[in-house]
């Protein structure tokens, strides 16, 4: 495991940026999990100052999303459809077709689970995928269980991340209690996996996942397993982990 332990969120955010403009610049028709909440937001804004300047470009890139809220529209501005467009997609030359995100509206959820697991697999294996984690150990929005999810599946919300996503929507009743998100096991099939924490918030479960046991009550402790990963966190989020 590579840890790049940074300043503060700027810092990490452009050290973020420049491992995916390494990948895309490796290798241009590379397949990217990208990850929605506010920890990537100056990640997406980097990577696109990058793509302004010349230094990579997307034309050949493959995007798949980690999740989406189910019963919420593409058009709804807080569907992960939305942040993606308004965050990244629409400020590089990524093809729309080549980007991905589980459909939220379609309430047929076996449906959905099974064509996005099936899409990953066929255009897949996933070359890098950025992670950010819950207050509980989320990753995507796979949430602690007895078990580890394998492909992509819907889910019931906890009450710890309603609670922490609600400071995006007007009221907290309008934040969707399901949704759709890749499985641990998608997420683990990625050849690499980049987890960016940012803030003293995530010092506890930061150190929890990365040196605590392998449990599924702590859903990224199954990075521990992963033979590439690399965890970009700034000083406050690194500061339990030696
Ligand atoms: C949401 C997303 C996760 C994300 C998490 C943390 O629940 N589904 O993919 O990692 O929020 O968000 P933040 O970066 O805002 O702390």
Do not use: A, H, M
């Given at each position: 495991m590579i840890i790049y332990k940074l300043k503060d969120y700027a810092e990490m955010s452009k050290k973020a940026a420049l491992i995916i403009a390494s990948q895309v610049n490796l290798k241009p028709n590379s397949v990217l999990g990208l990850a929605t909440g506010s920890t990537p937001v100056e990640t997406y804004k980097q990577i696109i100052k990058l793509y302004k300047d010349g230094n990579v470009d997307f034309e050949k890139v493959v995007a798949f999303n980690l999740d989406e809220y189910k019963g919420?529209?593409?058009?709804?501005?807080?569907?992960y459809h939305y942040f993606m467009r308004d965050n990244l997609f629409n400020h590089?030359?990524?093809?729309?077709?080549?980007t991905h995100i589980p459909d939220g509206s379609n309430m047929d959820a076996k449906h959905v689970c099974e064509e996005y697991e099936n899409k990953i697999n066929n255009l897949g294996p996933i070359d890098l995928q950025v992670l950010g984690i819950g207050l509980n150990g989320h990753i995507g929005f796979n949430e602690p269980d007895e078990h580890f999810t394998s492909k992509t599946n819907l889910v019931k919300l906890t009450k710890s991340t309603i609670d922490a996503n609600?400071?995006?929507?007007?009221?907290?009743?309008?934040?969707?209690?399901e949704a759709y998100t890749m499985g641990i096991g998608s997420i683990m099939k990625a050849k690499c996996i980049m987890l960016l924490a940012s803030g003293e918030s995530k010092a506890d479960i930061i150190a929890q996942s990365f040196?605590?046991?392998?449990t599924p009550l702590v859903p990224a402790s199954i990075l521990q397993m992963h033979p590439n990963v690399i965890l970009i966190g700034d000083e406050a989020a690194l500061s339990k982990l030696n």
């Open positions: 919420l529209k593409k058009e709804n501005d807080q569907s590089i030359n990524i093809n729309p077709n080549n609600s400071r995006f929507f007007d009221n907290i009743n309008d934040v969707p209690t040196k605590g046991k392998i």
